[in-house]
């Protein structure tokens, strides 16, 4: 990455760009009936651009084994007790299925960090095995170099997400105490390496409950001004996930209450209103509900956060690790499942949240990509 981020990064809130200079002010002490007034203004800015669409999204979860020890997350290393597995690729296949029988054509494969995604070629496999029948494949994985990346691209990867966690660098460094995740640097590099990449739409975010959210959610703004000036081939996304219930029993470190989530989505779309706005099953339904119309652009649904937890693929081949190291069950338990990497709070059928939306007047949105849109464009460009 550029020096120049890490530099304006450091130098918050005591320097800012006269774009950060808006957004802090629209952060900042608010009294209701201003934050209303910006949520009113804010879903104006999303009908304009937007229009009336919501697309909708599943992750599928790949495996739950990691070398990182991070203390909000379930997957970490460090929790010796939770079951684990890495699913085959034909039992990808068979979650992928399962999520397009429900609808879905746009699926985040997502998966701990562990060297075997990268240097066997498994995620690639997983990629080229559903890109067939789910067009829209996005992959939420440990971070690699730009050729990795190019590799995933064409394998038929087209959306790349990578959370900062928090932009705190004391904070980054108390909750991330082993495995290559350590270096803030480098994961703060990702977005840019997977634009040189080739990736043509990014997801950046922030864990909102790790330190001061008005702070937090300028350092993300400053990230998002600073990507979209420098990675323009590319199209932006943001969200800002509150930490929920995981193995391991860890809690929040700082507040984030319900109308600090509100005032930030706002602020982040008048702020940015041609960035999307990502909304996951995190919250809880009735304020998604509330949230849907204000500047939310993509949502996901009836999601699972375990491997397998769609279909009950992989549960033949649950273990425990020790410090990334694979410990077999002696006794294989029959109907337990793999360890998720959180809980969720809206717990609604994919229907379900499609009807929601309908009833609030958005177009829930299945599909709104296809490789084939680049071949025709190709053969255009060959035929002029």
């Given at each position: 990455?550029?020096?120049d981020f890490?530099?304006?990064?450091?130098?918050?809130?005591?320097r800012?760009?006269?774009?950060?200079e808006?957004f802090?002010?629209?952060?900042?002490?608010?009294?209701?009936?201003r934050i209303e007034?910006?949520?009113?203004?804010?879903r104006a800015?999303?009908r304009?651009?937007?229009?009336?669409?919501?697309?909708?999204f599943?992750?599928?979860?790949?495996?739950?084994?990691c070398?990182?020890?991070?203390?909000?997350?379930g997957?970490s290393?460090?929790?010796?007790d939770?079951?684990?597995?890495?699913?085959s690729v034909?039992q990808?296949?068979?979650?992928?299925r399962h999520?397009?029988?429900?609808?879905?054509?746009n699926?985040?494969?997502?998966?701990g960090?562990?060297?075997?995604f990268?240097?066997?070629?498994?995620?690639?496999?997983c990629?080229?095995?559903?890109?067939?029948?789910?067009?829209?494949v996005?992959?939420?994985?440990g971070p690699?170099?730009?050729p990795?990346?190019a590799?995933?691209?064409e394998?038929g990867?087209?959306g790349?997400?990578?959370?900062?966690?928090?932009?705190?660098?004391?904070?980054?460094?108390?909750?991330?105490?082993?495995?290559?995740?350590?270096?803030f640097?480098w994961?703060?590099?990702?977005?840019?390496r997977?634009h040189?990449?080739?990736f043509?739409?990014i997801?950046?975010?922030a864990l909102?409950?790790?330190?001061?959210w008005?702070?937090?959610?300028?350092?993300l703004?400053?990230?998002?001004?600073?990507?979209?000036?420098h990675?323009?081939r590319?199209?932006f996304t943001?969200?800002f996930?509150?930490?929920?219930p995981?193995?391991?029993?860890?809690?929040?470190?700082t507040?984030?209450?319900d109308?600090a989530?509100?005032?930030t989505?706002?602020?982040?779309?008048?702020t940015?209103?041609?960035?999307?706005?990502?909304?996951s099953?995190?919250?809880?339904?009735?304020l998604?509900?509330?949230?849907?119309?204000?500047?939310?652009t993509?949502?996901s649904?009836?999601?699972?956060?375990?491997?397998?937890?769609?279909t009950g693929?992989?549960?033949?081949?649950?273990?425990?690790t020790?410090?990334?190291?694979?410990?077999?069950l002696e006794?294989?338990?029959c109907?337990?499942?793999?360890?998720?990497?959180f809980h969720?709070?809206?717990e609604?059928?994919?229907a379900e949240?499609?009807?929601m939306?309908?009833?609030r007047?958005l177009?829930?949105?299945?599909?709104?990509?296809d490789?084939a849109?680049?071949?025709?464009?190709?053969?255009?460009?060959?035929?002029a």
């Open positions: 990455m550029p020096a890490l530099t304006t990064l450091d130098a918050l809130p005591d800012k760009s006269p774009l950060m808006r802090w002010s629209m952060i900042g002490p608010k009294a209701p009936a007034a910006m949520a009113r203004e804010a800015v999303t304009r651009n937007f229009g009336r669409t919501m697309r909708l599943a992750p599928l979860y790949l495996s739950n084994e070398v990182n020890n991070c203390a909000y997350c997957f290393r460090d929790n010796p939770i079951l684990r597995v890495t699913l034909d990808v296949v068979r979650e992928a999520l397009a029988e429900q609808g879905f054509r699926v985040l494969l997502v998966a960090e562990h060297p075997r990268v240097s066997e070629g498994y995620l690639e496999e990629i080229r095995a559903i890109r067939g029948f789910i067009p829209t996005g992959i939420e994985v690699m170099e730009a990795e990346y590799r995933m691209v394998a990867a087209e790349l997400v990578v959370y900062q966690e928090t932009y705190d660098r004391e904070a980054y460094a108390e909750m991330h105490t082993a495995g290559p995740k350590k270096d640097a994961r703060m590099a990702c977005p840019e997977g040189e990449g080739g043509r739409r997801g950046i975010g909102f409950g790790l330190s001061d008005r702070l937090e959610a300028l350092r703004a400053a990230h998002l001004e600073h990507l979209l000036r990675c323009w590319a199209s943001v969200a996930p509150r930490l929920r995981a193995a391991g029993g860890f809690q929040p470190l507040a984030f209450p109308w989530l509100v005032q989505l706002c602020a982040f779309r008048l940015f209103p041609e960035a999307g706005i990502v909304l099953t995190r919250e809880p339904a009735a998604r509900d509330a949230l849907a119309p204000l500047g939310v993509s949502m649904a009836g999601s699972h956060t375990e491997p397998g937890g769609y693929a992989g549960a033949e081949d649950l273990h425990k020790v410090k990334g190291r694979r410990v077999d006794d294989k338990p109907s337990s499942r793999a360890e998720g990497q969720i709070a809206d609604r059928s994919p949240v499609a009807a939306l309908r009833a007047g177009d829930p949105v299945w599909k709104d990509w490789s849109i680049l071949s025709a464009l190709g053969a255009g460009l060959t035929a």
